[in-house]
């Protein structure tokens, strides 16, 4: 574990803040080369990119503090310092999603196409994110003793690695959804195949960890939120079926 990767005087490199910077990088990378395949103008969906960015952070630090509203109502200035930590994905996950879809209506772009090149993208910047939970030591696994444990600070003793875990089923889904993007003809579609592909792997890795209590059913809130987005993205996408089957009838 290695949260701070350099020091100098006042400047300091944290590990988590690097990949978070390389993920999104990564995703902007892939989205104006993905753009260029179907005609898309690079620059809007720069612009795209970072609207969702500063959505994803609002709605990341808006969940955070509404799970911890008693503290956060006694402390409110607390409620913007970033630096004190305190972003929770799907919060994070739905900012972004809104921010994006209101830039492309006001900017008349194709939604559905524009969120298609989005979404791989995407996985691979959460790729590199959870590399950043794993040098930072948080989003830590179950306790475990090497070689499937790896040692952390702090006093948290050895866990298992699943901030990797994640890395590597989120690579896949990002070369799933890759195939997708070049195979699948209806545009709209890919959102919601990231849907069920991410609600699985955190719903199925929520398991592996070791810093998450229940919240009902015997789930833990990620992972109630996680069935919640796969039941929601499969519906959907059914009915998309049922549409696009009953046009060719027509």
């Known amino acids: 574990m290695k949260p701070i990767l350099f020091q100098w005087g006042?400047?300091?490199?944290?590990a988590?803040?690097?990949?978070?910077?390389?993920?999104?990088?990564?995703?902007?990378?892939?989205?104006?080369?993905?753009?260029?395949?179907?005609?898309?103008?690079?620059?809007?969906?720069?612009n795209v990119a970072f609207a969702a960015l500063l959505g994803g952070i609002a709605g990341a630090r808006a969940l955070y503090?509404?799970?911890?509203?008693?503290?956060?109502?006694?402390?409110?200035?607390?409620?913007?310092?970033?630096?004190h930590g305190g972003l929770v994905w799907?919060?994070?996950?739905?900012?972004?999603?809104?921010?994006?879809?209101?830039?492309?209506?006001?900017?008349?772009?194709?939604?559905?196409l524009t969120f298609d090149i989005f979404m791989p993208?995407?996985?691979?910047?959460?790729?590199?994110?959870?590399?950043?939970?794993?040098l930072n030591g948080?989003?830590?696994?179950?306790?475990?003793?090497?070689?499937l444990g790896i040692c952390l600070p702090e006093g948290l003793g050895c866990r298992f690695p699943v901030q990797?875990?994640?890395?590597?089923?989120?690579?896949?889904?990002?070369?799933a959804l890759d195939q997708c993007f070049r195979r699948v003809k209806q545009t709209g579609n890919l959102i919601w195949f990231y849907g069920i592909g991410y609600g699985t792997i955190r719903f199925v890795t929520e398991y592996f960890r070791g810093d998450q209590t229940t919240a009902a059913l015997g789930l833990s809130l990620p992972q109630l939120m996680s069935a919640i987005l796969f039941l929601v993205s499969g519906f959907v996408l059914l009915c998309r079926a049922q549409i696009q089957a009953g046009l060719k009838e027509k």
């Open 10 to 14: 006042p400047v300091t490199l944290y």
């Open 16 to 46: 988590y803040g690097l990949m978070m910077a390389v993920g999104f990088l990564l995703c902007l990378a892939d989205v104006r080369r993905r753009g260029r395949t179907r005609g898309v103008d690079a620059e809007q969906l720069t």
């Open 65 to 83: 503090v509404a799970l911890d509203w008693s503290y956060f109502v006694r402390h409110p200035l607390e409620m913007v310092l970033l630096n």
């Open 90 to 112: 799907y919060g994070g996950f739905a900012g972004g999603v809104l921010a994006a879809f209101l830039y492309t209506r006001v900017r008349g772009l194709a939604v559905g």
């Open 121 to 134: 993208g995407l996985a691979l910047a959460q790729a590199a994110g959870r590399i950043g939970c794993f």
């Open 138 to 147: 948080c989003c830590y696994g179950f306790e475990a003793h090497p070689p």
């Open 164 to 175: 990797l875990l994640n890395t590597a089923l989120l690579l896949l889904l990002f070369v």
